[in-house]
């Protein structure tokens, strides 16, 4: 490309003068070059062409004052404001503060190389062995060493001060479902246990209760109480070894909430059957999980599950730390079989439960490999059914279809006999004198040639056609005649009426 530099900047293609001109169409006609640039022919001795590459192409100051960039930003800065100025961005740039918590904080799964001594330090002490010869180093015990690796720095929110509308009532009170499942007792001792119930429902007047409450224990009466672990102990004695078994046999690794085993357990550790809902109980936070809850130490082979779950976390993260003493109440009990996590709990002290939004739908559950039926899992589990497509067809209205091989022969022979009585019909004089009952077959039935493929012409077209041979022995012409008899009158019949008959199916 040519480039002529004068104060109309214009540039065009090479022109190479013709070997021949062609007659001009007008008298007045010019040639194209002498209309379209009248003034270059008069320009050209006085100005030089320069010839530049495409990459060499010379900028001048206007066009980066007009093409270039306004501020000095980076490219994030800038799409980031774009974003925010029309009132859109993806997640990952405007986040709440409870999900900038749980991207930042709570996001596990990334591997990120451990550079600085103190995280390489906290890496290390993840170890039991590695803490426990930290701690003895400190001279400091478990907990006091639990509060100072849990010390909260920058803003942190007052303590949550529970308020109680009333007295909270610690009783010890038999389980309602003692005994357990297969499990025989004394029918005396069972009877005089269930009496505690029928003390509890009894209206009182809460101002009464506070003044007349009492912190001596010595008047108590548990005496159905005692008759209850008597009981409850004689069943820990006959069981303990069975379900320790059972639960080296359904769960190959321990994980909070099931049952602790081996050197985990200790003696004096209370089963199942001794917990019931609403029961208040003292414990100690042991697990906390991003995507489950927290674990509480409650005393017995099982620790108590409080279901917390995403960014409920962001509102509890200051007042829940594990080694901290907690008060809980059990909401419910369940199987251990079939339940992950048989003990169900909430916070009382601290009571955080109005900062729990998320709740779980259903607690988790096991899939075993000898669950055949999902219809009778859920319906054990307390879960709905799952809904079943509708096939759309209604069984009343269409006729009943089966895949039984014996069908497409019943059918096979149905057609042969209305195939004859058609010709019967069309043919009289053909089986005049002949009982239906002696007609025999015209060749030899061969059983293992009853299907033949040929071809035929149907509207000038050859198709491929399939004659099937049915022996006359294996029909009943004399049953079809009369039902073809009873049609034919029932029709008439019809036909009568001024009704339209339909042959049943």
Same mark, same amino acid.
């Given at each position: 490309?040519?480039?002529?530099?004068?104060?109309?900047?214009?540039?065009?293609?090479?022109?190479?003068?013709?070997?021949?001109?062609?007659?001009?169409?007008?008298? #007045?006609?010019?040639?194209?070059?002498?209309?379209?640039?009248? %003034?270059?022919?008069?320009?050209?001795?006085?100005?030089?062409?320069?010839?530049?590459?495409?990459?060499?192409?010379?900028?001048?100051?206007?066009?980066?004052?007009?093409?270039?960039?306004?501020?000095?930003?980076?490219?994030?800065?800038?799409?980031?404001?774009?974003?925010?100025?029309?009132?859109?961005?993806?997640?990952?740039?405007?986040?709440?503060?409870?999900?900038?918590?749980?991207?930042?904080?709570?996001?596990?799964?990334?591997?990120?190389?451990l550079?600085?001594?103190?995280?390489?330090?906290?890496?290390?002490?993840?170890?039991?062995?590695?803490?426990?010869?930290?701690m003895?180093?400190?001279?400091?015990?478990?907990?006091?060493?639990?509060?100072?690796?849990?010390?909260?720095?920058?803003?942190?929110?007052? &303590?949550?001060?529970?308020?109680?509308?009333?007295?909270?009532?610690?009783?010890?009170?038999?389980?309602?479902?003692?005994?357990?499942?297969?499990?025989?007792?004394?029918?005396?001792?069972?009877?005089?246990?269930?009496?505690?119930?029928?003390?509890?429902?009894?209206?009182?007047?809460?101002?009464?209760?506070?003044?007349e409450?009492?912190?001596?224990?010595?008047d108590?009466?548990?005496?159905?109480?005692?008759?209850?672990?008597?009981?409850? #102990?004689?069943?820990?004695?006959?069981n303990?070894?069975?379900?320790?078994?059972?639960?080296?046999?359904?769960?190959?690794?321990?994980y909070?909430?099931?049952?602790?085993?081996?050197?985990?357990?200790?003696?004096?550790?209370?089963?199942?059957?001794?917990?019931? &809902?609403?029961q208040?109980?003292?414990?100690?936070?042991?697990?906390?999980?991003?995507?489950?809850?927290?674990?509480?130490?409650?005393?017995?082979?099982?620790?108590?599950?409080?279901?917390? %779950?995403?960014?409920?976390?962001?509102?509890?993260?200051?007042?829940?730390?594990?080694g901290?003493?907690?008060?809980?109440?059990?909401?419910? /009990?369940?199987?251990?079989?079939?339940?992950?996590?048989?003990?169900?709990?909430?916070?009382?002290?601290?009571n955080?439960?109005?900062?729990?939004?998320?709740?779980?739908?259903?607690?988790p559950?096991?899939?075993?490999?000898?669950?055949?039926?999902?219809?009778?899992?859920?319906?054990?589990?307390?879960?709905?059914?799952? &809904?079943?497509?509708?096939?759309?067809?209604n069984?009343?209205?269409?006729?009943?279809?089966? #895949?039984?091989?014996?069908?497409?022969?019943?059918?096979?022979?149905?057609?042969?006999e209305?195939?004859?009585?058609?010709d019967?019909?069309?043919?009289?004089?053909?089986?005049?004198?002949? %009982?239906?009952?002696?007609?025999?077959?015209?060749?030899?039935?061969?059983?293992?040639?009853t299907?033949?493929?040929? /071809?035929?012409?149907y509207?000038?077209?050859?198709?491929? /056609?399939?004659?099937?041979k049915q022996?006359?022995?294996?029909?009943?012409l004399?049953?079809?005649?009369?039902?073809?008899?009873?049609?034919n009158?029932?029709?008439?019949?019809?036909?009568?009426?001024?009704?339209?008959?339909?042959?049943?199916?």
């Amino acid at each position: 490309m040519q480039t002529l530099q004068f104060p109309l900047s214009l540039s065009f293609p090479t022109h190479r003068r013709p070997k021949t001109l062609r007659k001009p169409l007008h008298p #007045n006609a010019k040639p194209f070059l002498l209309q379209f640039f009248p %003034k270059i022919l008069h320009l050209r001795r006085n100005f030089a062409v320069n010839s530049y590459a495409s990459d060499e192409f010379p900028v001048d100051e206007t066009f980066l004052e007009q093409f270039g960039p306004k501020e000095k930003e980076s490219e994030d800065e800038a799409r980031r404001r774009n974003w925010i100025e029309r009132g859109w961005a993806p997640w990952e740039e405007i986040l709440t503060p409870e999900a900038d918590f749980a991207r930042k904080s709570l996001n596990e799964g990334e591997e990120v190389p451990l550079q600085t001594p103190e995280a390489i330090e906290a890496f290390r002490m993840l170890s039991p062995k590695y803490r426990k010869k930290k701690m003895e180093e400190m001279g400091l015990t478990e907990d006091e060493w639990y509060a100072k690796q849990f010390e909260i720095k920058g803003e942190i929110p007052e &303590p949550l001060q529970t308020a109680w509308a009333a007295p909270l009532v610690v009783r010890h009170v038999p389980p309602r479902d003692w005994p357990p499942q297969g499990w025989e007792v004394d029918r005396e001792e069972l009877e005089f246990i269930r009496e505690a119930h029928k003390l509890m429902p009894t209206r009182v007047n809460l101002e009464q209760v506070e003044k007349e409450a009492v912190t001596n224990t010595d008047d108590l009466c548990l005496e159905r109480y005692k008759v209850f672990l008597k009981q409850y #102990n004689e069943w820990v004695a006959a069981n303990k070894g069975r379900l320790e078994e059972e639960s080296y046999q359904y769960d190959q690794d321990y994980y909070p909430g099931r049952r602790k085993r081996g050197k985990d357990y200790k003696e004096g550790m209370y089963e199942l059957p001794f917990y019931y &809902p609403g029961q208040i109980c003292a414990g100690k936070v042991t697990t906390l999980h991003l995507y489950q809850g927290a674990f509480v130490d409650i005393g017995g082979v099982h620790d108590g599950w409080v279901p917390i %779950k995403r960014n409920d976390w962001y509102w509890i993260r200051h007042h829940i730390k594990v080694g901290m003493h907690v008060v809980v109440e059990i909401l419910a /009990k369940r199987d251990p079989y079939r339940f992950r996590f048989p003990i169900e709990m909430r916070f009382v002290d601290p009571n955080i439960d109005h900062l729990v939004f998320n709740r779980f739908d259903f607690p988790p559950i096991f899939h075993r490999d000898e669950d055949t039926n999902p219809d009778e899992i859920r319906r054990d589990c307390g879960r709905p059914p799952i &809904p079943r497509k509708d096939p759309g067809d209604n069984p009343v209205e269409e006729p009943l279809l089966s #895949n039984h091989p014996f069908v497409d022969k019943l059918w096979q022979i149905h057609v042969a006999e209305q195939m004859i009585l058609d010709d019967i019909e069309a043919n009289p004089d053909k089986y005049k004198d002949k %009982k239906l009952s002696e007609l025999s077959d015209d060749e030899d039935f061969d059983e293992e040639n009853t299907v033949e493929y040929t /071809k035929a012409y149907y509207k000038k077209t050859l198709l491929p /056609k399939v004659i099937l041979k049915q022996s006359v022995k294996e029909l009943d012409l004399e049953a079809a005649l009369a039902e073809r008899q009873l049609h034919n009158k029932l029709k008439e019949e019809a036909k009568e009426r001024g009704e339209k008959y339909k042959v049943p199916s």
